[in-house]
Each structure stands twice: as structure tokens, then as C-alpha cells.
């Protein structure tokens, strides 16, 4: 397996590890709560396995559906349960993990040239699978310092 893959698979062990240390004894309304107006802990966990989703996909040489769509516009809505959070993330964890197994596997070249969104932004699918690791590891930790800013709030 290319070491970019085995690099993304350990970001993705860890941000399963570390979310559910810092956040998985958080209250439903701590998953939700804004303090100083900071999104949500619910958000960035949502958004991290959605945006999984998304930029596999464009790894993957396909286009967003309709589904992947329409819950772009709901990761910060309110009321997530800590169990329904934790069920997506476990979800959308293995299910990122096999995609990233499978293009490892079809030994794409990773300088092959891909597009994101409406704008068809240009890439390849080696900046796209660095951006999985990145962005994953962007959100774990901004879902954490929202967490600890909360239970410092209790």
C-alpha cells in the first residue's frame, strides 16, 4: 500500500481516537453548544465525515449527487444527539477508510488530474487525498478546542 494511503488511514484511526477522548462524554447540549458564537462540536464532527465523503468522491473522478448535496447544508443545524454524531462519524470512518484502500489498490497515479465542485477547481488525486488527511486532522482539533472551551463552561 502507497504510503500516502497508510498516511491517511492513520489520520482517519486518530481522529476516530482523539473525537472520541476529547468529546464522546460530552451532554447532547455540549455537542451542540456555540460558545463565544464557535461552531458547534456536532458541526465539526458532521462535517468531517461528510467532507470525507465529498472529497473521495472527487478523488474518485466522480461529481456530488444529490444526497451528498443537500446534507452540505445541514451540518450546522442543531439538536445532534451525541449518539447519532458518533454513529455517523464510526460510518463515515470505515466507509472513507475502504474507499481510500480501494484507490490505493487501483494504483492510481497521484498526479492524475481531478476537479472539485461547481467551479471545477483543478487538482490531482494526490492533493486530494493529502486534503482528506489534512482537512480530517483541521476539524479534530477545532472539535476539540470547542469541547474543552465547553466543559470549562460547565
Known sequence: MPAVARAILHALQLADEDLRTWCGSLSDAEMNARPAGAAPVAYHIRHLGRSLDRLLTYAEGRSLNEEQMSRLGTELDPGATRDELFAELTTAL?????????????????????????????????????????????????????AKTVVANR
Open 94 to 146: 470505515a466507509d472513507g477508510a475502504s474507499r481510500v484502500r480501494a484507490l490505493a489498490k487501483a494504483n492510481l497515479n497521484l498526479e492524475e488530474a481531478r476537479v472539485v465542485g461547481k467551479k471545477r477547481l483543478p487538482t490531482t488525486v494526490g492533493g486530494l487525498l493529502v486534503h482528506v488527511a489534512d482537512h480530517t486532522q483541521r476539524h479534530v482539533g477545532q472539535a476539540i478546542t470547542t
